[in-house]
T-cell receptor, first 107, second 121 residues
């Protein structure tokens, strides 16, 4: 079955830039989506179609794509950005899939 | 305002069938491009996509659980129902429904708060 691979954890100091990667064979053909999830809460869509940002999501959140890897970048990390981040995409059969999640720690 | 709310039993026994209902408002599942997905999260684990139903009533399931899952819609009630058969202890977790709407591609732009299901004898 199709898989998306993320690093388990990323740590940055406040004000630094955090980059979270997600790799998958179908990513050149399928858009990627990123979600932020804080403990006890439902996920929130922070990036759609690889690099678009929904209204209400801070400008410090951005997304990019290169071949089989997509990247979520958080520029000037705030303490409140500490959360789990998940990438999501689809395979050619219509099934969706999430990555394993990355825990962002703000030191 | 778009809202989704999950409901269902908090406790089920092994081998039983789980039936969860997602009641939504603020959009129509009959509108082109609209879909509702189910996602679960086992304790301390990652999000796991389960199933989706779209505005044409097409349905897709995660391959690993396809034989146990059925997703359906009741348009008159604005509800999407997920059934999971043969529940096991490892199915314990939080179950979310989410909208896939227009303007965000395949992104799940609005989520319910989730419902917690415990499988125990």
């Amino acid at each position: 079955s199709y898989e998306l691979t993320q690093p388990p954890s990323v740590s940055v100091s406040p004000g630094q830039t955090a980059r979270i990667t997600c790799s998958g064979e179908a990513l050149p053909m399928q858009h990627a989506y990123w979600y932020q999830q804080k403990p006890g809460q439902a996920p929130v869509l922070v990036i759609y179609k690889d690099s678009e940002r929904p209204s209400g999501i801070p400008e410090r959140f951005s997304g990019s794509s290169s071949g089989t890897i997509v990247t979520l970048t958080i520029s000037g990390v705030h303490a409140e950005d500490e959360a789990d981040y998940y990438c999501q995409s689809a395979d050619t059969s219509g099934s969706r899939v999430f990555g394993g999640g990355t825990k962002l720690t703000v030191l | 305002q778009v809202t989704l709310r999950e409901s269902g039993p908090a406790l089920v026994k092994p081998t039983e069938t789980l039936t969860l209902t997602c009641t939504f408002s603020g959009f129509s599942l009959s509108s082109s491009g609209m879909c509702v997905s189910w996602v679960r999260q086992r304790p301390g684990k990652a999000l796991e996509w389960l199933a989706v139903i779209d505005w044409t009533d097409d349905k897709y399931y995660t391959p690993s659980l396809k034989t146990r899952l059925t997703i359906s819609q009741d348009t008159s009630k604005n509800q999407v129902v997920l059934r999971m058969t043969n529940m096991d202890l490892v199915d314990t977790g939080s179950y979310f429904c989410a909208r896939i709407g227009q303007g965000f591609g395949d992104g799940m732009d609005v989520w319910g708060q989730g419902t917690t299901v415990t499988v125990s004898s």
